[in-house]
């Protein structure tokens, strides 16, 4: 095999990979990445893409504030209890 088989036969397996891997990443917990959009438990607010942490358990873990009622919630829409 020449050097340009290997190559694409590695960036196809890495790829393949990588999307197994963000299926099956958690949903729930501190440890994973939502791409989904995040609304508001109690006014469904819808949350922006680019967040801004207003503590430093959500700038290290992900989560929100909603601007429309004060409800804190994770990076997954749950509403915090504190």
Known sequence: MNDLT?????SILIVLISR???KHW?????????LEKVCCPNCK???P???KP???KQA?????TCKNCG?????YGVKINS
């Open 45 to 47: 607010e819808v949350m």
């Open 6 to 10: 290997i190559i694409v036969i590695a």
């Open 60 to 64: 290290l873990w992900g989560g929100l």
């Open 49 to 51: 893409k680019i967040r």
């Open 54 to 56: 207003t503590n430093l």
């Open 26 to 34: 958690p949903r729930n917990g501190k440890i994973g990445i939502n």
């Open 20 to 22: 197994l891997f963000l």
């Open 71 to 75: 409800t804190e919630m994770d990076k």
